[in-house]
């Protein structure tokens, strides 16, 4: 496509960004909302519109070569990413639930489900590219080694837990016994066959013999011949793939020379706008740097006269966190300045304990205050719309109206760059001049006036000595003298850091729940479809762990839960995260962490090790299979040898040290949460996910993905929907599974979400007033 298609995706987001900005920050602020289910809706259309400005303006950033603009792109690309978890985050918290149904505003807005699914933005794995193919090397190189050592090094026989060995022994049985129930079932088959020809045979003409087959065969022919017709018919309408090609279509390929001829100029476009600011600030520095330098003197020094004949003394310089000189160069005239400093250190004098009847009167404005707030439901703050607001006007400022007819090529504009570090160089000045400056102060207070200049030390003594005072102990490094590479190694050849398989999000096949709305207006609280939980890992993981700026700001999710049946893809909606964001997979799960780095000290290195490799090449996420051992209520005897509590105490510890600017995400897995202690568990994670087994539609989609995955043609002679349906039989080992999904779903309405939930429903139940939070129409939406 060209760059004017892009242009246009962009600016339409932009006017639809505009909207919502009026919207969310009115020059009145909107009242509380008493009525829980509309809050809920205004809630719900604002997450969608965010949506589908984050497709927008992420499929602008990735067709867009143009550097400057991609820059502009993806901040505000950035920020309407963090805008999205945080109304994500506020539905929670409002609903009760991880999972929010909106049909009606689909509807409203006249959107489709596909239109909700969450983009994983390209430029997560794109612009880590290299970083990536050297951590690959590395991994091949230490695998290489591992594998020459275990050839040329003694055979050691690898023993099997006792849990590995059971279930090889099960999967060995079961298949037997497969085999001869299949056997069995067969003989019955032709036994029934048999006895039916048998019963059926009856004397006929050749005549009417010959009829019946022509009748049969000239059927055949005439549905054979019509099938073809109606194929022969679909390729030539460019509807359908000619079978008898193995190669993509003109279509195709053109597409993916397109996607590989814009890679080539972003990264020209790139280099060459990098080598035009190193060019640009050199220019400005040797050319216009020293003018700004002297223009500045000259200013300070007309300041410090004009202060000096308007109060008779020499003010104080503006110390550097306060601003420096750039207060002096904002439009005040020097009696205001004074002022202004004067106020700032009165304030700073008046920050002191205050009375207790000074206390009193303020807790006492306080309550009233709080009793005239008016009751309901608020926004929360945010900290991205004051970033989207300042990207959105700087849009609007310098790229809506400019004209590019002499840029069709999309390189850089100089000028713009100009512009640009001219301020930094500016910046970068006035702090050189503001240490000249500051002498040339002290100097003439020296001459003029030096009781005053004495004051001016002491105060400057006492704050270094301040600032000396607040000294923080930092955390011992325990492998100081060693390099990463060092390290990386040792996690390798330990198996605590694993290669990802290569699987996407997108392979997570599953439909929309088509039903929730109705069941939860019906006081039914459905099983999330997979199309959910693929939502919800994508924004709860992929989108903080790729994006470090939406990662520092947006609400901190340290921990996920993976809960539900066995084979539902837990372990692959991990491998998914890893592979979208390009981050390194370490296992700390409690089998595979036995036995490893023994004791105490052993467990604080192996924990040093896993987190300071995790930190140095974020993005990472640290797995725990079987997360329920960790939190066991009583350990198993066959277990206890495995120690699978050693971490319990020393992870939470460590987990608490994670910041925003970390890019770590642990994620438990489990299919037993009922052996854990539930306080602790739900304690650990922040989010419990659950899981269910695919439902009809989803069914439907990975027959149909799985049938042509494996060389097979879906044609209309294979009825899909009855196989989607049959599939969801009911023999032993799926009644097993049933029973199972119905099991965890009333174990995660034990957890601190679902009991809230249950409250907030029964709560409305028994109300004849509208509550301060929610309206009758609560009841609609808010049981489960």
């Not at 969608?48 to 067709?63: P, T």
């Not at 020499?314 to 000189?325: A, L, Q, W």
């Not at 974020?618 to 079987?626: M, N, R, T, Y």
């Amino acid at each position: 496509m060209s760059h004017s298609t892009y242009n246009k995706l962009w600016f339409e987001a932009h006017e639809e960004l505009s909207c919502l900005l009026a919207q969310e920050l009115p020059e009145e602020p909107l009242r509380p909302e008493r009525d829980r289910v509309v809050f809920f809706q205004r809630l719900a259309t604002l997450y969608v519109r965010y949506v589908q400005i984050f497709r927008q303006l992420e499929e602008a950033y990735d067709q867009s070569v143009h550097p400057q603009k991609r820059r502009v792109i993806r901040q505000v690309l950035d920020s309407v990413m963090g805008r999205v978890l945080e109304l994500k985050n506020e539905m929670v918290e409002k609903e009760f639930s991880e999972y929010h149904y909106m049909d009606d505003i689909i509807q409203d807005l006249k959107l489709t489900p596909e239109d909700l699914e969450i983009p994983i933005p390209r430029y997560f794995i794109c612009e880590r590219n290299e970083v990536l193919q050297d951590r690959e090397r590395m991994f091949a190189a230490i695998l290489n080694q591992m594998d020459v050592t275990e050839k040329t090094g003694p055979q050691v026989m690898r023993m099997l837990t006792l849990e590995r060995a059971i279930k090889v022994i099960q999967v060995a049985e079961r298949a037997r016994q497969g085999r001869l129930r299949a056997k069995f079932m067969r003989e019955i088959h032709r036994d029934s066959e048999r006895q039916k020809k048998a019963d059926e045979q009856e004397a006929v003409t050749t005549d009417q013999a010959a009829v019946c087959i022509q009748k049969v065969w000239r059927g055949f022919m005439q549905r054979k011949m019509t099938k073809r017709l109606r194929e022969e018919e679909m390729i030539f309408l460019g509807m359908a793939m000619d079978p008898k090609l193995s190669y993509p279509s003109q279509n195709e390929l053109a597409a993916q020379n397109n996607k590989t001829n814009r890679r080539t100029r972003q990264e020209e476009h790139e280099d060459d706008y990098q080598k035009s600011i190193g060019s640009v600030i050199y220019q400005l520095r040797e050319v216009e740097g020293p003018e700004m330098k002297e223009t500045m003197k000259d200013q300070i020094r007309q300041w410090f006269i004009e202060c000096r004949d308007a109060t008779g003394s020499f003010p104080d310089y503006p110390e550097e966190e306060d601003g420096g000189s750039a207060l002096i160069f904002a439009e005040k005239t020097p009696e205001e300045l004074a002022e202004e400093l004067a106020a700032k250190e009165e304030e700073d004098a008046n920050k002191k304990p205050k009375g207790k009847e000074e206390i009193k009167e303020k807790g006492k404005k306080g309550k009233i205050e709080d009793e005239e707030e008016e009751p309901g439901l608020k926004m929360l703050p945010s900290a991205y719309l004051a970033d989207i607001e300042k990207q959105h006007k700087t849009f609007s400022e310098v790229w809506q109206n400019r004209n590019e007819s002499k840029n069709f090529s999309q390189r850089h504009e100089l000028e713009l760059i100009k512009e640009e570090k001219r301020k930094e160089i500016e910046v970068e000045i006035r702090k050189q001049v503001d240490e000249l400056m500051r002498q040339e102060l002290a100097n003439w207070k020296l001459a003029v006036d030096k009781e005053k200049s004495g004051k001016v030390k002491g105060a400057a003594k006492k704050k270094k000595a301040s600032k000396s005072g607040k000294k923080k102990k930092k955390d011992k490094d325990l492998t100081a003298d060693r390099t990463t590479e060092s390290l990386f190694e040792e996690l390798v050849e330990q198996e605590l850091l694993k290669k990802a398989d290569n699987v996407k999000l997108k392979d997570y096949l599953g439909d929309y729940s088509y039903l929730g709305t109705t069941l939860r207006q019906s006081d039914i609280e459905p099983m999330p479809s997979l199309s959910d939980v693929r939502q919800v890992v994508a924004l709860y993981a992929v989108l903080p762990l790729g994006s470090q700026a939406v990662h520092e700001k947006a609400p901190l999710v340290k921990t996920i839960l993976l809960v539900g049946p066995s084979g539902v893809g837990k372990k692959m909606l991990v491998h998914a995260i890893c592979q979208e964001t390009g981050a390194n997979l370490f296992d700390f799960s409690p089998l595979n962490v036995a036995g490893k780095y023994p004791g105490k000290s052993g467990l604080q290195m192996m924990l040093h090790l896993v987190f300071k490799v995790a930190r140095l090449m974020q993005p990472s996420v640290i797995w725990i299979g079987d997360a329920e051992k960790m939190f066991y209520k009583k350990v198993p005897k066959d277990e206890k040898e495995l120690d699978p509590k050693r971490l319990k105490k020393d992870l939470p510890k460590i987990l608490k040290s994670i910041k925003g600017e970390d890019r770590v995400l642990i994620v438990g897995t489990t299919n037993d949460p009922h052996s854990a202690d539930l306080k602790s568990l739900c304690k650990f994670y922040n989010k419990i996910i659950l899981i269910p087994r695919p439902d009809y539609a989803s069914r439907y989609v990975m027959w149909k993905e799985l049938i042509q995955k494996n060389g097979g043609e879906v044609t209309r002679d294979l009825d899909l929907s009855s196989l989607a349906k049959i599939s969801d039989g009911y023999t032993q080992g799926h009644m097993v599974q049933v029973e199972e999904e119905e099991a965890l779903k009333n174990w995660y309405a034990k957890t601190p979400l679902g009991r809230k939930r249950i409250k907030a429903a029964s709560g409305k139940e028994g109300d004849e007033e509208p509550p301060k939070t929610g309206g009758k129409g609560g009841k609609k939406k808010g049981k489960k």
